[in-house]
């Protein structure tokens, strides 16, 4: 699935499914919260936090998933083509950092 195909589905689902978008500023909110879900799980799965008991089950990849769907419906409310976005910002990264990283002596 490419990233357009993703914004019309996620386009589609809200329009038929969901009723309708929650507001942009609702959005970044719950935007937010899931990156947050991301967070406590990559702090517990790879950091030194411990799991609760009730959180071991969790599912990295779903919540990467609610993170990505909330950003394509936010794409989608402010007319943002993702697709093109990324590829401006994929330009931008190899004129921008074509040496940097190679050059870090932090990375060596």
Not at 13 to 18: D, K, L, R, V
Request: charged residues 35%; hydrophobic residues 35%.
């Amino acid at each position: 699935m490419t990233i357009e195909e993703a914004q019309k589905q996620v386009d589609e689902w809200i329009n038929t499914t969901g009723v309708r978008y929650f507001s942009e500023l609702t959005n970044m909110a719950i935007l937010t919260e899931e990156v947050g879900e991301v967070a406590r799980i990559m702090s517990r799965k790879y950091g030194e936090q411990s799991f609760k008991e009730g959180d071991k089950e969790v599912d990295l990849g779903d919540e990467m998933a609610d993170v990505l769907w909330v950003l394509l419906c936010l794409a989608n409310q402010t007319g943002i083509d993702l697709n093109k976005a990324f590829e401006r910002n994929f330009e931008k990264k190899n004129k921008r950092d074509k040496d940097r990283h190679k050059n870090n002596e932090k990375l060596k």
